[in-house]
């Protein structure tokens, strides 16, 4: 079961940001990120269900949908995330197409940009596997016993998988020819996940033994030495 509810996530997910890159597009036969969407299906599928048989409980944390401690405020900034995503993947097309807000990038500076959507996913793949806890939203797991994790990832940034999420839409942009999404909109993106942050924070330093003092170990939310 754990299998099929991974996949279905997967298409939900992968189909989810076909569409949004798609619909503003003039055309629907856009190469680049037809690829980036197969590519994304291909590894999603791969990785995922490697974490499904050797770190299930991560995968069935990250595929719950029942989450009956979620703060009422985060979801506000849940919804508050998936519109800025839908809008980002919305602006890509818009820059490419339209805007041309910076200069188209080369050949060899979109295959960097793929190179960073690949480092991105790792660290999310990464957070995921360091962290059998990690969720989609601010949810206490008292049934499942959460603990601190404070190792890995989280021994350099609190929310290491905000980090991948921005290296993710970085690469991404780059790669599809969105130097603006690559750079400063991957910045902006980012400010959306602000108010998750600070609710998250609060929430755990309240309900968890011992993430106060982390707070204090950790100085870093998303990137080390910047933010």
């Given at each position: 079961m754990l299998y099929i509810k991974t996949f279905i996530g997967i298409i939900f997910q992968v189909s989810l940001l076909t569409?949004?890159?798609?619909?503003?597009?003039?055309?629907?036969y856009w190469y680049d990120a037809i690829f980036l969407s197969g590519f994304y299906f291909l590894i999603?599928?791969?990785t995922?269900?490697?974490i499904c048989a050797y770190y299930p409980a991560s995968m069935e944390a990250r595929?719950?949908?029942?989450?009956k401690r979620q703060p009422k405020k985060d979801k506000i900034a849940t919804s508050i995330i998936i519109l800025a995503?839908?809008?980002a993947l919305n602006f890509?097309?818009?820059?490419?197409?339209y805007l041309h807000i910076f200069e188209a990038p080369t050949p060899m500076a979109k295959y960097l940009g793929l190179a960073i959507f690949v480092i991105g996913y790792s660290i999310i793949l990464c957070t995921m596997v360091q962290n059998e806890f990690a969720q989609s939203v601010v949810n206490i797991q008292?049934?499942?016993?959460?603990?601190l994790v404070d190792t890995g990832l989280y021994s350099y940034v609190r929310h290491p998988m905000y980090t991948g999420i921005m290296f993710f839409f970085s690469g991404m942009g780059l790669w599809l020819g969105s130097i603006f999404m690559a750079t400063i909109g991957a910045i902006i993106l980012m400010l959306a996940f602000i108010p998750r942050i600070l609710i998250e924070e609060e929430t755990l330093s309240r309900e968890l033994n011992g993430?106060?003092?982390?707070?204090?170990?950790?100085?870093?939310r998303i990137i080390p030495k910047v933010y």
């Amino acid at each position: 079961m754990l299998y099929i509810k991974t996949f279905i996530g997967i298409i939900f997910q992968v189909s989810l940001l076909t569409l949004f890159l798609l619909l503003p597009a003039p055309t629907w036969y856009w190469y680049d990120a037809i690829f980036l969407s197969g590519f994304y299906f291909l590894i999603n599928v791969i990785t995922s269900f490697w974490i499904c048989a050797y770190y299930p409980a991560s995968m069935e944390a990250r595929v719950e949908i029942n989450f009956k401690r979620q703060p009422k405020k985060d979801k506000i900034a849940t919804s508050i995330i998936i519109l800025a995503i839908a809008l980002a993947l919305n602006f890509i097309t818009v820059d490419v197409f339209y805007l041309h807000i910076f200069e188209a990038p080369t050949p060899m500076a979109k295959y960097l940009g793929l190179a960073i959507f690949v480092i991105g996913y790792s660290i999310i793949l990464c957070t995921m596997v360091q962290n059998e806890f990690a969720q989609s939203v601010v949810n206490i797991q008292d049934e499942r016993n959460q603990m601190l994790v404070d190792t890995g990832l989280y021994s350099y940034v609190r929310h290491p998988m905000y980090t991948g999420i921005m290296f993710f839409f970085s690469g991404m942009g780059l790669w599809l020819g969105s130097i603006f999404m690559a750079t400063i909109g991957a910045i902006i993106l980012m400010l959306a996940f602000i108010p998750r942050i600070l609710i998250e924070e609060e929430t755990l330093s309240r309900e968890l033994n011992g993430y106060e003092a982390y707070l204090q170990r950790v100085k870093y939310r998303i990137i080390p030495k910047v933010y």
